[in-house]
């Protein structure tokens, strides 16, 4: 291989040093740390030039390189390398300098460069590109995420008024600069988790190695050299079996390629869609498509072709396989079961197995079902409900006592059957004017459990009363009962009886 040539200032030196000095090759050797051999070759090719020392005062760097390296000069007709290809040919996996060499060098010898020259020529042309250059991205290997800081308000048609105002996720493949985008409604761990997954289906694969920053649904407690990943966000990398790691806090240079990315976006999409007005979603993420689609086809400025044409070349064939079925987002917590053997998720209550009472369980919640995992095993499982407030109970959760102690409609009517018509009427009623019929299940009882202090015969005929008077209330039941008027007559009885004359009571002459 060809030696690198003596810089023109070393070259200056050893003149001076022996010719002025009068040293010997041994001494300018230990003074300057260059060898004896080549102090000699180049005393040999300045005495073989047209130069004398001292140098003319004309005489420049270029004229001492011509001069003395005369004859080896021969860099001028050497082929140059295509360096931007060579650079986004290193991209690939397991692509070398070396092999880049032999495939430059096997096209023509004669007119190539040795391969140290090759490596030098290399760096110094990227000495010369800008910053954002000098890292170099493997194809298929990071996938750059962060969001926009600008959001997207979306409108209630009705009033005019923000309903919210949408987050616009960003990600970026390393090699290609190959971008998605969506808007979301928040930053938060579905929203965030759910828009990987769609990212993933967009670029057709998955990368070896995920990058976020550190909002809270990627990193739990963020730390510059063992942060804590969310667990929801780890169990969906693992589902796609890639890794993540968060760019240090503070340190926007580790996501440059996100940040420059977010700012492209910012300018490309989201200052064109300011004028726009966007009542859903859907709307705003349509119309994002079809700017992405020109974003990612327009050629760009620094490097030849378009971010669509270097990831159909470099990043897809080296993202690893979509798994057989997408990621499905589950939401994971820790619960105490309470005294009656229920957990709380959405304030909606599930039972456990009554003998977890006090026991802390891992609930996982999915669209469509609710896990219940006690020590690593399934104690329970329901299909999850949107009911605030209401209860999800399992028979076989239950204590005996209490399964005894559970009433349905059928057995209440049954109970008020066997006291009396009336009675059964009145739960009747009780039972159809709530909204549930288990929310009547304690009126219900209170009015049947009368009869045992008054006797089922009165009870019967307390409810008839109420049902004459139309107010087949509990609090008139009882009220008949302690003062022993469910017997009297009824209204349209008392309103033949005659009328009261009495000294205090004021008649119709008195108002005349």
Known sequence: MARKRTQMSKIKDILRLRFDAGLSLRDISKCLSVGPATISEILSRFAASELTWPLPNECNDTELEAAVYKGRNVSRAKRQPDFYEMHQELKRKGMTKLLLWREYHEKDSATAYGYTQFCEHYRSWR??????????????????????????????????????????????????????????????LEDWIMAHVRAFEFFGGVP?????????????????????????????????????????????????????AVLIVERWILMRLRHEHFYTLSSLNQRIRELLVELNHRQQRVHPGSRH???????????????????????????????????????????????????TVTLEATAQIICLYYQGKVVAQHPRKHQPGAFSTIKEHMPDAHVKQRWSVERLLG???????????????????????????????????????????????????ALVLEQPHRKVILNLLANNKERDLTHTEADDSPAVNHPNIRGQHYYQ
């Open 208 to 260: 070896q190695l995920l990058v976020p920053d550190n909002l809270r649904s990627a990193v739990t407690k963020a730390n510059r050299y063992a942060p804590v990943l969310n667990e929801n966000y780890a169990r969906m990398a693992r589902h796609y079996n890639t890794a993540i790691m968060p760019a240090r806090p503070y340190k926007p240079k580790d996501k440059s390629k996100a940040e420059n």
């Open 415 to 465: 109970w008020a059957e066997t006291i009396g018509s009336g009675t059964r009427a009145v739960i009747a009623g009780q039972l159809a004017r709530r909204q549930h019929p288990e929310q009547a299940i304690k009126s219900c009882l209170a009015i049947l459990n009368l009869g045992s202090k008054y006797g089922q015969e009165r009870l019967e005929a307390a409810c008839q009363k």
């Open 127 to 188: 000495k010369t590109q800008k910053r954002s250059m000098r890292q170099l991205h493997l194809a298929g290997d990071k996938l750059f995420i962060d969001y926009c800081g600008p959001t997207v308000p979306i409108f209630n048609p009705d009033t005019g008024e923000v309903r919210y105002n949408a987050q616009v996720f960003v990600a970026t493949l390393g090699a290609s600069n190959y971008t998605y985008v969506e808007a979301g409604r928040s930053q938060q």
């Open 309 to 359: 044409e270097l990831y159909i070349r470099l990043d897809k064939p080296a993202l690893m396989p979509l798994p057989g079925y997408s990621y499905q987002y589950i939401d994971s917590k820790q619960a105490r079961v309470g005294p009656d053997y229920h957990v709380l998720y959405a304030k909606h209550a599930y039972s456990v197995p009554h003998n977890l009472v006090g026991q």
